[in-house]
Nanobody, 126 residues
């Protein structure tokens, strides 16, 4: 099983940017789909963005499309989430997750993930 550690969260003003990182260890994530989720207080966990093995396929939730960019560096075993034009509605704990998949397809983006990080808090002030 892969271990995931998120970093890069913090407090930012509305309109600002943050880049989250997710460092993997234990196994290489080259054959894993990777996802970023978030959970705000009192709300369900939401898939924000996902990326396939090679990065060729990505998914974004409608609320972040055009503002967030997911990317990966398999050589560094790291996945990133670049967030810009942040609003207070983006305030949440952000989690990185990994799913072992059999192909470089976007169809694995939904459903259960195998491994989760501990989360990093993102707070956007108005």
């Amino acid at each position: 099983q892969v271990q995931l550690v998120e970093s890069g969260g913090g407090l930012v003003q509305a309109g600002g940017s943050l880049r989250l990182s997710c460092a993997a260890s234990g196994r290489t994530v080259g054959r894993y789909a990777m996802g970023w989720f978030r959970q705000a207080p009192g709300k369900e966990r939401q898939l924000v963005a996902a990326i396939s093995w090679s990065g060729a396929n990505t998914y974004y939730a409608g609320s972040v499309k055009g503002r967030f960019t997911i990317s990966r560096d398999n050589a560094k075993n790291t996945v990133y989430l670049q967030m810009s034009s942040l609003t207070p509605e983006d305030t949440a704990v952000y989690y990185c997750a990994a799913k072992s998949t059999s192909s470089d397809s976007s169809r694995y983006f939904f459903g259960d993930y195998d491994s989760w990080g501990q989360g990093t808090q993102v707070t956007v002030s108005s």
